[in-house]
């Protein structure tokens, strides 16, 4: 079971716009940055955002990060179908002294 | 550009040693101040990283996995290393070797293609 938590859905219709949470504690979402990756089926994650809400080059500006307290977030507007992927976060854990993921939460864009 | 990959034995007997190496090229392990992680995904589940190795040798790992992970490199040939030993069918997975995009961000967007691993007599 992951320190950082994730609902494991989330679905939305195209066009539309979904957010994915990730919930943490003190020692890693509350004060360190956090990353999210995208995966798609049978491929290595494809890292979106880094430093909590700093965009890869080359992402579209459809996807952002934001945290609050010990909450991340990952916002993805204007839906579309080749958006349906499973979404990590991942952060330093500062008691553990780990890199810690999210379980993950497979986007459905309906 | 810089690319990993990884290479090693596709399936390793339980209680063997899984052993796996990240051939990077495009840029030097020595070179930025990087680390270079290892991270595993078991089939049909979340990513859980393994460890990581600095190029002077220094190494950070997983408290779960630390008793039976070693994690080496070796700037000459540009690679690192990960062994990880007593393997069992928990240790299934496919095997990534990563390096993150600044040094300490620990957010990885260098990844390689992936090692599926399966442990089985």
Known sequence: ?110 | QVQLQESGPGLVKPSDTLSLTCTVSGASVSSGDFYWSWIRQAPGKGLEWIGNVYYRGTTIYNASLKSRLNILIDTSKNQFFLRLNSVTAADTAVYFCAREIESGALAFNLWGRGAPVTVSS
């Open chain 1, 1 to 110: 079971q992951s320190v950082l938590t994730q609902p494991p859905s989330v679905s939305a219709a195209p066009g539309q716009k979904v957010t994915i949470t990730c919930s943490g504690g003190s020692s890693n979402i509350g004060n360190n940055h956090v990353a999210w990756y995208q995966q798609l089926p049978g491929t290595a994650p494809r890292l979106l955002i880094y430093d909590t809400k700093e965009r890869l080059s080359g992402v579209p500006d459809r996807f952002s990060g934001s945290k609050s307290g010990t909450s991340a977030t990952l916002a993805i507007t204007g839906l579309q179908i080749g958006d349906e992927a499973d979404y990590y976060c991942g952060t330093w854990d500062t008691r553990l002294s780990e890199v810690m993921f999210g379980g993950g939460t497979r986007l459905t864009v309906l």
